[in-house]
């Protein structure tokens, strides 16, 4: 198939574009400068406006585009930043796939959907939930309404376990120096997955055309803050018994204690498991282990 992917440099991009070559697709990749590149194709989402020929004989677009939320402390602009990296470029692609008859868009979202659920599993027939992540993500999925006539896949991604980045980048010197430890009660749950897994479930929902609509990208046995920080203990034998109290985090962070360290999401990846997808990492231990720097 060829393939355009929107969002191709951040860690999920980097290490899907590679697989998808491998597996003998044809991948151009959208960039926000001139095109320097045989693979590459300029846009401007800001602006509405794709390089001409980029989505011709295109069979998918993949769009990951999105600022992260932990990059800076949530000020009313940032959050505003925040929701336009995501609602722009879906609007502006799904306008695309829909005027160039492109079969297919998968556009990232993520388990924040469901807001807050507490210790209640919950599978892709949930409602969007409240608070500022779910309506973002609630937005960004609206805005692939101008899709409708293609096959549209909602990526609902958890936390990603990357060796570089994400969760792991922040957690994992800490608990290295000794100062890891639960957040809050350390009851709320974490959705995550394994970046092997993140690239693997996305190449399956490109590739097995009857999989559409919500699609939960999660490990099947999300786990706890607490269970999280003690896993990452014993992976570098470290201990872990600090507790950061939610006063203090919210001193730290703001606004995105509450939306994202204290609160949580126990989504289960059912309808990949009802597709046939098998995850590599199906447990916490594994997908840390996975995801340990090399050298």
């Known amino acids: 198939m060829r393939v355009v992917v929107a969002g191709a440099s951040g860690v999920i991009g980097t290490a899907l574009t590679p697989v998808l070559r491998a597996a003998g697709h044809e991948v151009i990749r959208l960039v926000r400068r001139a095109a320097s590149a045989p693979d590459e194709r300029s846009w401007d989402p800001d602006a509405g406006t794709i390089a001409d020929g980029a989505l011709d004989g295109v069979d998918a677009v993949i769009n990951l585009c999105a600022v992260d939320t932990t990059a800076k402390r949530w000020t009313p602009a940032f959050k505003q930043e925040l929701l336009d990296s995501r609602v722009v470029p879906t609007r502006v692609l799904a306008e695309a796939v829909a005027s160039h008859g492109v079969p297919a868009l998968l556009n990232s979202s993520s388990v924040a959907y469901y807001g807050d659920t507490g210790d209640r599993v919950i599978d892709e027939s949930v409602p969007a939930g409240s608070g500022f992540l779910a309506e973002m993500d609630r937005d960004r999925e609206a805005a692939c309404v101008a899709a409708a006539d293609a096959r549209v896949v909602l990526l609902r991604t958890g936390i990603v376990l990357s060796p570089t980045g994400g969760l792991l980048g922040q957690l994992r010197p800490m608990v290295a120096w000794g100062f890891g430890g639960r957040m809050g009660d350390g009851r709320q749950y974490l ?9 693997a479930a ?6 097995h055309k009857e999989v559409r609509g919500p699609l939960n990208l999660s490990g099947p046995q999300p786990v706890t803050n607490a269970e999280m920080v003690r896993a990452v203990g014993q992976l570098l034998r470290r201990p872990t018994p600090w507790v950061y109290p939610a006063w203090l985090l919210r001193a730290f962070a703001g606004e995105l204690a509450d939306a994202g360290a204290l609160t949580g999401q126990r ?9 046939g997808f098998e995850f590599h990492h199906p447990t916490v231990a594994q997908a840390l282990a996975a ?3 090399i050298g």
């Open 191 to 199: 959705s995550w997955i394994s970046l092997h897994d993140e690239v």
């Open 202 to 207: 996305i190449q399956f929902a490109l590739e």
């Open 267 to 275: 989504a289960v990846p059912d309808a990949l498991l009802r597709h």
């Open 291 to 293: 995801a340990r720097p």
